[in-house]
Each structure stands twice: as C-alpha cells, then as structure tokens.
C-alpha cells in the first residue's frame, strides 16, 4: 500500500486503484531487486482479481511474512 492511494484516494490498498496498471509509484517499487517485490506484486494483484477474503484465507495458512496465493 502506497501512500497516494491511502491518503489521497481514500482507499484500502492499491488493488483498489484504477490507476494501479499505470502507476510510477507503484511500478517503481515493483522493479526493485528481491523476491518479497515480487511477492508484493503478487499479493495486489490476487487481491485486485480475487478479493481482500480470499486473500486472506490464503494468508491464515502462510508461517512467514508471505506464501502460496491460490
């Protein structure tokens, strides 16, 4: 989560910004070197497609800070 998309837009992540496909901030953050960016991205993207619950239905089972989204 962004602060633009918090702060300014008043929304809970940026799965739920309209502008998430075309934004700087957000690209920028995604093309760092690591593979939790990669989860990240991962992680917005499920939830853009699938919902917040199902999202977390995923997370309840992880044992670190990220894990398998199916």
Not at 5 to 27: N, Q, R, V
Not at 56 to 70: D, H, S, V
Request: include cysteine; charged fraction near 25%.
């Amino acid at each position: 989560m962004k602060v633009c998309c918090f702060g300014e837009k008043h929304l809970e992540t940026c799965a739920d910004c309209p502008d998430y496909s075309i934004c700087e901030i957000i690209s920028t953050f995604h093309a760092k070197k690591g593979y939790k960016y990669g989860k990240y991205r991962q992680s917005i993207e499920f939830i853009a497609k699938k919902g917040y619950l199902a999202f977390l239905r995923c997370a309840n089972a992880w044992t670190g800070p990220y894990g398998r989204l199916k």
